[in-house]
Nanobody, 115 residues
């Protein structure tokens, strides 16, 4: 399993943008699914976006059109560009490699959207 480290979280005003980054300790070339999840206080962790090897991308309805997931297999990184942020996007965001029950998780990075 790869180790994952997220960065890029912070405080942003509504309507603003942030880009999260996830660095993997090893190659992600053969990892079928890389994704971003988030967990808001008092809520279950939810899938935000996934990038499938081969190019397919999936977005939750709540972020579709605002967030962009990108994967760089050469640099072993995963990014999430978040635009038009809303207060309801406030959560801890987690990077995931593998997507299944034995997948790898990062430690999370806090994103707070508030004026």
């Amino acid at each position: 399993q790869v180790q994952l480290v997220e960065s890029g979280g912070g405080l942003v005003q509504p309507g603003g943008s942030l880009t999260l980054s996830c660095a993997a300790s090893g190659s992600i070339f053969n990892i079928y699914s890389m994704g971003w999840y988030r967990q808001a206080p008092g809520k279950q962790r939810e899938l935000v976006a996934t990038s499938i090897s081969g190019g397919t991308k999936y977005y939750a309805d709540s972020v579709k059109g605002r967030f962009i997931i990108s994967r760089d297999n050469a640099k072993n990184t995963l990014a999430l560009q978040m635009n038009s942020l809303k207060p309801e996007d406030t959560a801890v965001y987690y990077c995931n490699a593998g997507g299944g029950p034995n997948s790898s998780w990062g430690q999370g990075t806090q994103v707070t959207v508030s004026s």
